[in-house]
């Protein structure tokens, strides 16, 4: 069966360093995002990416964060200067089409800012 | 204040017993979806009601969406081990409802 699938599973990184987390959405997907969760807390809305180009973002979608799909598979995003609170599960999410048609979650990447 | 709320926070209850969650707004909603969650895991997709007053089954678990659309249930019979895990209710919000936006969640535990 189809999946997203994120790489790492778990990245450690020093305070002010940059991070690139990736993602293989589901391969006929044309609609892609990023959700993050702060341990106990809610699953929280980063960007959506369609047709190469941000759709809307968050206000914790600051200048500090970034995407990018660079080729045909590859969707990721990156944090130039991480921060501690930056320290979430970061999800990945891909979907045939807009609106109300179902999003496919990856497993995660654990980032762990020290 | 959060757009929905969950309650229980959290759940423990023995195998083979009934449980209802629930999932609660003020804002009337044109749709809302129930996700599970594992530890690990990204959420995964249980459900999407629209109508309300609607009820969908899926297996032993039972969704509702109120009659007001402000509203939805999770009621899950004869619980079992493999249930455990996080329960979320969402709604689409954000340019063409392209943006899921979670509750918090209701932990929930079976004990054997």
């Known amino acids: 069966e189809p999946e997203v699938t994120q790489t790492p599973s778990h990245q450690v990184t020093q305070m002010g360093q940059e991070v690139i987390l990736r993602c293989v959405p589901i391969s006929n997907h044309l609609y892609f995002y990023w959700y993050r969760q702060i341990l106990g807390q809610k699953v929280e809305f980063l960007v959506s990416?369609?047709?190469?180009?941000?759709?809307?973002k968050s206000e914790i979608f600051d200048d500090q964060f970034s995407v990018e799909r660079p080729d045909g598979s590859n969707f990721t995003l990156k944090i130039r200067s991480t921060k501690l609170e930056d320290s979430a599960m970061y999800f990945c999410?891909?979907?045939?089409?807009?609106?109300?048609?179902?999003?496919?979650f990856g497993q995660g990447t654990r980032l762990t800012v020290v | 204040t959060q757009l929905l709320e969950q309650s229980p926070q959290f759940l423990s209850i023995q195998e083979g017993e009934n449980l209802t969650v629930y999932c609660n707004s003020s804002?009337?909603?044109?749709?809302l979806q129930w996700y599970r969650q594992e530890p690990g895991e990204g959420p995964v997709l249980l459900v999407t009601v629209v109508t309300g007053g609607e009820v969908k089954k899926l297996k032993r678990l039972t969704f509702q969406f109120g009659d007001a659309r402000k509203d939805s249930s999770l009621h899950i019979t004869a619980a079992q081990p493999g249930d455990t895990g996080l329960y979320l209710c969402a709604l689409l919000r954000g340019r063409g409802d392209d943006k899921i936006i979670f509750g918090k969640g209701t932990r929930l535990h079976i004990l054997p």
């Open positions: 999410a891909s979907k045939t089409s807009g609106g109300g048609a179902e999003a496919f």
């Open positions: 804002s009337v909603f044109s749709s």
């Open positions: 990416f369609y047709n190469n180009e941000i759709s809307e």
